[in-house]
């Protein structure tokens, strides 16, 4: 990782930072089997940045519940209600609830992501990231096996409460439609 790059992610296991190796844009962390890991984030920057953060390609936000179910990873929520968000959801990086990681007073300004949220805010609710064979896993029990293994994050500038250009109306015309 770059060491001017503003924001680090690391990987805690028993309260300690377990180091990884780089290659090129890649961060390689041993884990073993009944771990129970833990995804740190530190904003350095003097700027709020929205992140995605996905563990074997689900995310660790929970995701709006769809009746489709072919979408839907079934995973136990934390409550007995019925909630309008599943956690644990299979998604694309673009289209993944996203965590707002403001500066902060001091830097640099943590957050520590502790597992698969099903309730967020106050009284989140979440389940660790326990290491798992990838066939026991939340993912490998779906067949989403192409991204075991796999922590990404990625980092997104905050522009403002809205997007700075949208479309508007131009000038009216007149003629055969698509040419």
């Known amino acids: 990782m770059r060491p001017d790059f503003p924001f680090r992610v690391q990987i805690i296991v028993d309260g300690k930072e377990r180091k990884g190796v780089f290659l090129n844009n890649d961060m390689f962390v041993a884990l073993g089997k009944g771990e129970v890991c833990r995804v740190k984030i530190e904003n350095r920057a003097d700027y709020p940045v929205m992140t995605r953060l996905l563990i074997d390609g689900l995310n660790t936000l929970p995701e709006p519940r769809t009746e489709d179910p072919d979408k839907a990873v079934r995973v136990?929520?934390?409550?007995?209600?019925?909630?309008?968000?599943?956690?644990a959801q299979r998604v694309s990086l673009d289209e993944a609830q996203a965590r707002k990681l403001d500066p902060g007073d001091?830097?640099?300004?943590?957050?520590?992501?502790?597992?698969?949220?099903?309730?967020?805010?106050?009284?989140?609710?979440?389940?660790?990231?326990?290491?798992?064979?990838?066939?026991?896993?939340?993912?490998?029990?779906?067949?989403?096996?192409?991204?075991?293994?796999?922590?990404?994050?990625?980092?997104?500038?905050?522009?403002?409460?809205?997007?700075?250009?949208?479309?508007?109306?131009?000038?009216?015309?007149?003629?055969?439609?698509?040419?």
């Open 76 to 87: 136990e929520p934390t409550s007995q209600k019925k909630s309008e968000y599943l956690p």
């Open 106 to 179: 001091v830097k640099p300004r943590a957050y520590t992501i502790l597992g698969f949220y099903s309730v967020t805010g106050k009284n989140a609710k979440y389940r660790e990231f326990l290491m798992v064979d990838a066939q026991e896993s939340l993912a490998g029990r779906q067949q989403f096996t192409d991204q075991i293994g796999l922590i990404t994050a990625a980092f997104y500038t905050v522009k403002g409460s809205s997007r700075a250009i949208g479309t508007g109306e131009g000038e009216l015309g007149e003629g055969e439609t698509g040419k």
